[in-house]
């Protein structure tokens, strides 16, 4: 297997109306990870997942896929999207049918499958999104976390080694947000499936995702693990992004009440557990007081 | 208007004839119902009438009561149509049920009037529950697909189905736009509505044509290629309903053509 499954060198990309949308970008993803695209609004992030997608030609760089630069001829781009799939971010935009089993059979037939194949890939779909309940409704008459349940399967039955999903969490409630998130993980542990999610959830990253990269005007501003990214504490204010809550909170209490802690926990297990150690470390002091002062008497 | 459409659509979805194979449903209709323009019979108009009722009734499991207020819409327009045939005028008021004089001549209704209008009730009613049986037992989508099987050109079909997709996307865009205007007092007199109504029109307009190229993109980006291939999803087995269909127009035809001439028609 090769090291990296998508790479993106020196990518630059400019609307017609002049709008410097990606300015050399560089990435790097390793197959079987959830790598976040961390950026706020007008960032580039839905720009940079276009042309991974081949619908948007770069103006400068190149993306490479499994090792081989992506063809924009027609058939190589019939070849990218079997591989890289895409979900967008307003489900309406993607539905096209009012039927939940057409629209999720729609990229298959385009595959040219058999319709034995394609009938068992879109039940696999629809049972693993968890919409077998709704799958003789009509799209219309579904709520926003159940059409985003649709579009994904739409996108999981063409069975890509690459899932994008442009802000997946947008729009959901929070029980929604958890449910696709744990999704996403499942999928990414059962199929080995790269995923790249662009979000703003800042919370939602240091639980899910593996890689990060932050993203602002059109740039590449830092990248690494969770961990890695949050600890640059400065550099992620000055896109208009902030720490996790927990992150947030444990900063606090590191800086202004006097808690050991080394590196900032960016989860509520993590933080629990250096929580819990400096309450130990506490016992234990006092304790060694008390037994020293024990004996000095 | 806009409400009954939409009600229709909900009903079908759950009507136990659902899972009917479309184009089975679409046959039993129209062939019944071009018997029934046919025969021109009013015993068969009745018969029809009371079969299709049944059908979409008890087998559809349709609340009834909504059934026939779906039967008032098209009790309008024959009411209008009607009167035209009704009411005659003529000098002599020998074949009139009940008329009143204006001047030399008398204004009622003919006994043949009456009967006319009687038949061409039951006409009109077993023709529109023959169409409210496919309506209320077949979602658009599987209507397409039995056209598809028919070789409907597909273009047309990809049409029909995208324009009834975003019927509702952009009723649901218009009235959250006509919502918010509301709500900054839009709509407050007559100058301000129109100046309002303006403006969402034009926005629909605008947001359309963005919606219209962002699904493109998702399209292209599931490999579309011109034409929108999608599987249908299965139907129930079995052929059960074309044995009935057959069945229940051959019974048709021979009572049409027993009761010929015996019975008055139109």
Same mark, same amino acid.
């Given at each position: ?28 993803? +390793? ?71 057409? @629209? ?32 003789? +409704? ?27 999903? @442009? ?67 400065? *550099?992620? *204010? ?6 996790? *809550? ?7 209490? +590191? ?26 470390? @506490? ?6 007081? +008390? ?7 | 208007?806009? =409400? ?21 449903? !679409? ?11 046919? &025969?021109?019979? %009013?015993? /068969? ?5 009371? /079969? ?6 008890? #087998? ?6 909504? #059934?026939?207020?779906? !039967? ?10 009607? %009167? ?9 008021? =020998?074949?009139?049920?009940? #008329? ?6 008398? /204004? ?17 009613? $077993? ?17 397409? $697909? ?12 990809? /049409? ?51 919606? &219209?190229?962002?699904?493109? %993109? ?8 011109? =034409? ?5 999803? =299965? ?19 021979? %009572? &049409? ?10």
């Amino acid at each position: 297997m090769k090291e990296y499954i998508l790479e993106v060198h020196s990518l630059s990309f400019t609307y017609p109306d002049g709008t410097r949308a990606l300015r050399d970008v560089n990435m790097k993803i +390793k197959p079987g990870e959830i790598t976040a695209i961390l950026g706020g609004n007008g960032a580039g992030k839905s720009t940079l997942f276009h042309t991974l997608n081949g619908i948007l030609k770069p103006s400068k760089g190149q993306i490479v896929f499994e090792g081989k630069p992506i063809d924009y001829s027609r058939k190589g781009l019939i070849e990218l999207r079997k591989s890289i799939g895409i979900v967008f971010q307003d489900p309406d935009n993607q539905l096209f049918s009012a039927s939940v089993y057409q @629209d999720v059979s729609f990229g298959l037939m385009n595959l040219k499958l058999p319709e034995e194949e394609v009938r068992r890939r879109v039940n696999e779909a629809i049972n693993r999104t968890g919409i077998v309940n709704i799958k003789d +409704k009509p799209t219309h008459s579904l709520s926003f976390g159940q059409k985003k349940r649709v579009a994904i399967a739409g996108v999981l039955a063409m069975e890509p080694k690459v899932l994008i999903l @442009d802000e997946p969490t947008a729009g959901l409630d929070p029980k929604g947000v958890s449910e696709i998130m744990t999704f996403l993980k499942e999928i990414q542990q059962e199929l080995a499936v790269s995923i790249i999610i662009s979000t703003h959830d800042i919370d939602m990253v240091p639980i899910y995702c593996d890689k990060v990269f932050v993203m602002n005007e059109g740039e590449i501003v830092a990248h690494g693990t969770p961990e890695e990214i949050f600890q640059d504490i400065d *550099r992620i *204010r000055s896109v208009n992004l902030r720490l996790p *809550r927990i992150g947030h909170l444990m900063e606090i209490l +590191k800086e202004k009440d006097g808690f050991h802690i080394d590196s900032l926990p960016l989860t509520i297990s993590k933080a629990r557990r250096a929580l819990i150690r400096n309450r130990l470390k @506490d016992i234990f002091k006092i304790k060694t007081l +008390k037994d020293n002062r024990y004996q000095q008497k | 208007m806009l =409400e009954k459409m939409i009600s229709i659509d909900r009903y079908a979805y759950n009507s136990k004839l659902r899972y009917i194979e479309p184009l089975q449903k !679409l046959i039993f209709s129209l062939l019944t119902l071009a018997v029934g323009l046919w &025969a021109d019979n %009013i015993v /068969i108009s009745i018969i029809i009438f009371s /079969i299709m009722i049944y059908a979409t009734v008890y #087998y559809g499991g349709i609340p009834i009561k909504y #059934y026939f207020k779906l !039967l008032l819409i098209p009790m309008t327009f024959l009411f209008i149509s009607v %009167i035209t045939l009704v009411i005659n005028i003529s000098h002599n008021p =020998e074949n009139f049920l009940c #008329y009143f004089r204006i001047g030399s001549s008398f /204004i009622g209704c003919s006994k043949t009037g009456a009967l006319k209008v009687l038949l061409l009730f039951f006409k009109v009613m $077993a023709s529109v529950s023959c169409l409210y049986f496919l309506s209320l037992s077949t979602p658009i989508i599987d209507f397409l $697909a039995a056209l598809k099987k028919l070789k409907v050109p597909k273009l047309i079909i990809e /049409i029909t189905g995208l324009i009834y997709r975003f019927i509702f996307v952009i009723m649901e865009t218009a009235e959250n736009m006509f919502r918010a205007q509301n709500s900054r007092l839009g709509y407050i007199d007559l100058s301000t509505a129109y100046r309002s109504l303006g403006t969402l029109i034009s926005n629909l307009f605008i947001r359309s044509y963005k919606r &219209a190229n962002e699904l493109y %993109i998702a399209l292209e980006s599931r490999g579309y290629d011109g =034409e929108i291939n999608v599987l249908q999803q =299965e139907y129930k087995r079995g052929k059960k309903l074309y044995f009935y269909t057959a069945l229940i127009n051959i019974l048709l035809l021979i %009572i &049409a053509l027993i009761t010929k001439g015996r019975w008055p028609s139109l």
